[in-house]
């Protein structure tokens, strides 16, 4: 009896141990069949560069390639987390020209009126002198109403 007892204890600590194991062994064999980092070597330059283009930005823009070609993957990483790095200086020199960028909000009103509060003005400008116009009108029916009556009356 014992022997049997001793028997089922060790079937079932070996198929405990087994079914805990066995997911372990099955992750390993995957990772071992799955591309990694020996396959990441394998690539390119040019596919290292549009990697690095996909990964952090919005894709690969003309030229930009072979930017990071020419100043290396590493400092365009380094630019890309420190924008502060980045020389702006042409972009600035190019802004200079655009008044618009260093004018104040109050001159950008003055010389760029809002398109839809031009409208209501001219709109309101238009109801006005169209009540001018009927006002016009009914006072000149009236005069020439007075005019028939001052002749009756004579």
């Known amino acids: 009896m014992i ?15 087994f079914a805990l194991l066995s997911p372990i062994m099955a992750i390993s ?19 290292k560069i549009i990697h690095v283009l996909d990964r952090l930005g919005f894709g690969a823009s003309p030229g930009d390639i072979e930017h990071v070609r020419s100043i290396g993957i590493d ?13 702006d200086s042409a972009l600035t ?20 009126p809002n398109p839809g509060a031009l409208l209501r003005m ?8 169209r009540q001018n116009q009927n006002s016009d009108s009914m006072a000149m029916e009236n005069d020439e109403k007075n005019e028939k009556d001052l002749q009756k009356a004579r």
């Not at 064999?29 to 596919?47: F, I, M, W």
């Not at 990483?77 to 420190?82: E, F, G, K, T």
């Open 3 to 17: 022997s049997t007892i001793g028997r089922t204890v060790k079937v079932t600590s070996l198929t405990i141990i």
């Open 93 to 112: 020199a190019r802004l200079r020209n655009y008044e618009v960028l260093n004018m104040e909000t109050s001159d950008l009103f003055a010389k760029y």
């Open 122 to 129: 001219l709109e309101g400008a238009n109801q006005n002198v």
């Open 29 to 47: 064999v995957n990772a071992k069949n799955q591309p990694g980092r020996a396959n990441r070597a394998s690539l390119t330059e040019d596919q």
């Open 75 to 87: 400092k365009y990483i380094d630019q890309q987390l420190n924008p502060g790095s980045i020389d």
